[in-house]
């Protein structure tokens, strides 16, 4: 495609896959706008400030760093972000058991800490990720790098991936770690990773263990100084540099125009959107249906879609310092596979509740003041789907506490300064994430690659989409790549702007 004089572009949406966007469209020489319908940019890599206390509202640690550098060093800048590699990655306490588990990436203590219930781990480990790591080069270039013109495309693309890993795509992550490793600890330690797909390790398929491999081997996990929302900081302060506009509580609702391609859009308080192309970073499948008000992709037909659980998160200033967390700890309860199984698609919430507690304050000393601590809790629940009415929210969050304070040996209840939770229902109001649904669509094999609803639209050609629930899927690290693959459509279709 050549060059041409001037192309308008608005993107829906400012998640981190609608910056990125912005930021290598603008690059490329488009004139960008980005209509946002929450106050402030980030969407779910969003910030909560109360009282002196800094929350990172969603993630709190980056994997793949090295797609962060690509990003800023394709529009010709050094990554701003400073990141620090943890180690020991995370803790882990077992209901009845008062000591945690640190999950070190250097083998040789990893092995230590298990060492009573897990001899010659870290061979174990070592012939685990090496399979695990294998999948992962060999896909990661081939299959989730690329973008795909149909079924055959993606299939003949799956036939360069060598045979041998065809059992990882039918078996199930528990199975894979049954056959790794023998105490019940270090196999839910090894599954745990399928939660941040959003899902349990007893639905998610055994490629997924290539996630053990990016965590413990790879690149491991990063913090990032100053918190997380530095990296929408960073990105904000260049992307208004290169003129990029937005606007903020402004929500899409709906198709203004469009004669077989898209002339405009809509907002809730009736206002006409007009650009050249358009980029949906709000949800792919939902805003197909709901936006657009495709059949293929109504509420029955997303119902019945496979989503990733709902998050439960409740923010917490507390006064005082908790020796006992660090900065990422995992409460687990004593029926993995029952809780995993039931809980998630029931309407019931249980007593003993498995948890994600992240305290950035242990690390990052301006989010919180001095002698106390900033305390994120995330709790995996089901979504709207299954559990309409969370009215109860104060009831569950207090459970939880409760059980946080048992644990850590802590009294969080009396030294709590600040509290804010967020339901499903919250989740879904603030980012129009479908009912509740933490991570968007779920990642089965039925749900990936050229079947995951696609980064171009089916009817308007200048349409495009780009976040978690298109190519390549959620997570940070993964709605980067999501942006340089729309970009590349983009480049392809319209070229660069002189
Ligand atoms: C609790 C939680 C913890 C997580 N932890 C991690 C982690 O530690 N590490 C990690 O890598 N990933 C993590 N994730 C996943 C990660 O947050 C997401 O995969 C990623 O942020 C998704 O980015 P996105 O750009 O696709 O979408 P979003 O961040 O959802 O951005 C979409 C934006 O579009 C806006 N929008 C939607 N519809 C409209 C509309 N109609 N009009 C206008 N604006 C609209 C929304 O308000 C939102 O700002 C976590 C997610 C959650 C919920």
Redesign the pocket.
Known sequence: MKNQNSKTAII????????STALRLSHLGYDVTV????SN??????QLKIDGFTFD???????MTYELDELFNSVGIKNPIELEELDPLYQVYFENDSRPYKIWKTLSKLEEEFKDIEPNLAAKVEKYLSKAGEFFHDTEDKVVKSNYENVVDYILKLTRVPLKHLPYLFRKMWTEVERNFESEQVRVIFSLVAF?LGSTPFQTPAIYSLLNYTEMKHDGYWKVKGG?YRIVEELMKILKERGVKFIFN????GIANSNGKLNSLI?RNGKIWEADIFI????AAA?RGM?LGRKKFSEEKLDKMDWTLA?F?IYLGVKGKIDSLMHHNYFLGSNFRGYANKIFTSSIIPQKPYYYVNVSSKSNSECAPVGCENIFI?CPVPDRRYKNNWDDKEEIADNIIKDLSRRTNFDIESNTLVKEIYSPVD?EK????YKGS???LAHGINQVGAFRPKNKDEIFPNLYY????TTPG??????II?SKLVTERIKADYGIIQ
């Not at 940019?41 to 969003?46: A, T, V």
């Not at 402004?250 to 609702?253: A, H, K, N, R």
């Not at 603030?430 to 994430?433: D, I, K, P, T, V």
Request: hydrophobic content about 40%.
């Open positions: 829906i949406g400012s998640g981190l896959g609608g910056l209509i946002e319908k929450h940019p980030g969407g779910r890599l969003n509202v969603g993630p709190s640690f980056m994997s941040f997380m402004t929500e899409i609702v907002d949906s970073n709000s949800d805003f936006i998050p998160t995330l989740w603030m980012f129009n994430l933490g991570l968007g780009v976040g978690a629930s959620t997570g940070l690290p993964m709605v999501s």
